[in-house]
């Protein structure tokens, strides 16, 4: 069986925390990050606002992304060995890919992939604040925040609501142990459910 779970939500709800979590705990699991298909910086656009567009969907590789989630598709075993992933012979016939990132939901060619959508928040000030002690590769330059990526956050969010996408919200403010574990025995008990 092929298992798709995305690990979905804001920036700095915790996707990157949980999900590194959940790849030591699940069986032949393999991981497909959506920040690694930032496109470079010079093919970024520049909005009216001043900021570089990073925070939409534009701004990502997402054909790419799509063929990497293909090749694991077509052979999750020969994709697990490539990525240095074991495989365990004894376990049943079931391979776990996890997509994590924060447009995961707004792509429509992926859209319908996922067996399982999780979707972590945390409050406005929370969200500033942990992001405002990040560092990314590209700084936040000032105003990035409020003037960008509050705003487009919010845009994506109305989308999928809009579109129906259904999806299993998580409280970012829990501890990272509760929420692993709430998410590890979800993941659980649907993959019995499905065998
Ligand atoms: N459950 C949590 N409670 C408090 N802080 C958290 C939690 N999960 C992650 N963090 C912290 O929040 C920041 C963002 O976490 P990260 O997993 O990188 O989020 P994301 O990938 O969603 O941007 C990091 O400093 C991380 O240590
Ligand atoms: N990885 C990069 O090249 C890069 C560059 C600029 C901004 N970012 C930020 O990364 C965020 C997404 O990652 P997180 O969900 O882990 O915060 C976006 O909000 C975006 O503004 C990433
Ligand atoms: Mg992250």
């Known amino acids: 069986m092929k298992y798709i779970v995305g690990i979905g939500g804001m920036t700095n709800g915790g996707k990157t925390t949980l999900t590194n979590n959940l790849?030591?705990?699940?069986?032949?699991?393999?991981?497909?990050?959506?920040?690694?298909?930032?496109?470079?910086?010079?093919?970024?656009?520049?909005?009216?606002?001043?900021?570089?567009?990073?925070?939409?969907?534009?701004?990502?590789?997402?054909?790419?992304?799509?063929?990497?989630?293909?090749?694991?598709?077509?052979?999750?075993?020969?994709?697990?060995?490539?990525?240095?992933?074991?495989?365990?012979?004894?376990?049943?016939?079931?391979?776990?890919?996890?997509?994590?990132?924060?447009?995961?939901?707004?792509?429509?060619?992926?859209?319908?992939?996922?067996?399982?959508?999780?979707?972590?928040?945390?409050?406005y000030e929370e969200c500033k604040w942990r992001r405002s002690r990040r560092s990314y590769a590209v700084p936040d330059p000032p105003g990035l925040f409020d003037g960008h990526v509050w705003p487009m956050y919010q845009k994506y969010k109305r989308e999928m609501e809009a579109n129906g996408v259904e999806v299993v919200y998580l409280d970012g403010m829990k501890s990272r142990e509760e929420l692993f574990h709430q998410v590890l025995e979800d993941i659980q008990n649907s993959l019995l459910n499905r065998s």
């Open 23 to 123: 790849l030591k705990a699940l069986p032949n699991c393999c991981v497909i990050h959506q920040d690694d298909f930032f496109k470079p910086q010079d093919q970024i656009a520049v909005g009216e606002d001043g900021f570089k567009q990073w925070d939409v969907l534009e701004s990502l590789d997402m054909e790419a992304m799509l063929s990497t989630v293909q090749a694991w598709v077509s052979s999750p075993r020969k994709f697990a060995r490539a990525h240095g992933v074991s495989v365990r012979l004894d376990a049943s016939d079931t391979h776990i890919l996890i997509l994590e990132g924060f447009l995961l939901y707004s792509y429509k060619p992926l859209v319908d992939l996922y067996s399982r959508r999780y979707f972590l928040t945390v409050p």
